[in-house]
């Protein structure tokens, strides 16, 4: 992967960020209480959203991605600390967090079921696991391009997987599934859980 992705991210964004998905990111970070967990904290583009929250830990695996998101960091009105680390192998102790946030990141997770296995163990029981994925389609034709693009997909967009059934993958976990909101024809699901 070269440097031009995380440079480019925001720009790429913006359309769909202009839509209602702002307020979809915004309503979903917003519901995040006490400690926070961010996974794949990207740019830093949820910073802005967290409201009743003591501090957010954020970790991201790529450096220049982390590193856009500094400029966010510091406009932030809650502290966040912001890590260097994979979400497959989180630096906190069990039981250390009462929410955590996934926004547009399972896609790009190498080993995504070890990721949920993390968020459970550095979760509280019953903390909040708030999600916004995209997700493979339900309709044949669509699933199919999805399936057939994905490869290419993943060079050009830093691992992203098109055809990724995150729901899926939560269901098999022990995360307990509490709403899913569909968006966008079905390509972005909301979903909140909890810690079992």
Not at 90 to 116: R, Y
């Amino acid at each position: 992967m070269g440097k031009w992705f995380p440079s480019i991210y925001d720009l790429l964004m913006r359309p769909l960020e202009q839509t209602k998905f702002k307020k979809i990111r915004k309503t979903l970070v917003s519901q995040a209480v006490g400690r926070v967990l961010e996974i794949g904290s990207g740019t830093g583009v949820n910073f802005p959203h967290y409201l009743d929250v003591t501090r957010v830990d954020a970790i991201e695996p790529n450096p220049l991605m982390k590193e856009r998101a500094l400029k966010r960091t510091e406009r932030a009105r809650i502290p966040i600390q912001t890590y260097l680390v994979k979400a497959e192998k989180l630096p906190f102790a069990d039981n250390t967090f009462d929410s955590v946030v996934a926004t547009l990141v399972f896609c790009t997770i190498p080993e995504p079921m070890k990721a949920l296995q993390e968020i459970q163990r550095v979760s509280k029981p019953d903390a909040k696991i708030l999600f916004s994925e995209h997700v493979r389609l339900d309709q044949a034709s669509l699933g199919k391009t999805q399936d057939i693009l994905t490869p290419l997909w993943k060079k050009v967009c830093d691992g992203c997987h098109l055809n990724r059934d995150t729901l899926e993958l939560i269901k098999q976990s022990n995360l307990s599934v509490l709403k899913v909101d569909s968006y966008f024809n079905g390509i972005f699901l909301s979903i909140k859980c909890l810690n079992e």
